[in-house]
């Protein structure tokens, strides 16, 4: 069974910035990270394959956020930069053994409790 933790999501002013941090229990070869804001569906917002450290991302925050991880230590990050309001919702982290969808939810079978992000000013 593996075991996610996130932390480091807050309320910051739009331009803003925010460091997302996972920690989990064991290796996984997929990594990501999904955001669902009240009555919206959970979105995939950027993923990362360890082997060739391929990155997938949502377009709208493409060249603001950067997912990275560190594999000797089980951690995922996502550097959120130029914060806007739309990106406020619940930021979960995710693993998996294997996808086919790396930004589908249903790629992934393992899931943090979650850490909120509120943008506003």
């Known amino acids: 069974q593996v075991q996610l933790v996130e932390s480091g999501g807050g309320s910051v002013p739009p331009g803003g910035s925010l460091r997302l941090s996972c920690a989990s229990s064991?290796?996984?070869?997929?990594m990501g990270w999904f955001r669902q804001a009240p009555g919206k569906e959970r979105e995939g917002v950027a993923s990362?394959?360890?082997?060739?450290?391929?990155?997938y991302y949502l377009d709208s925050v493409k060249g603001r956020f950067a997912i990275s991880r560190d594999n000797a230590n089980f951690t995922l990050y996502l550097q959120m930069n130029n914060l806007k309001p739309d990106d406020t919702a619940m930021y979960y982290c995710?693993?998996?053994?294997?996808?086919?969808?790396?930004?589908?939810?249903?790629?992934?079978?393992?899931w943090g409790q979650g850490t909120q992000v509120t943008v506003s000013s």
């Open positions: 995710a693993a998996s053994k294997g996808v086919e969808l790396p930004l589908s939810k249903d790629s992934y079978n393992y």
């Open positions: 990362i394959y360890s082997t060739d450290i391929t990155t």
């Open positions: 064991t290796y996984t070869p997929w």
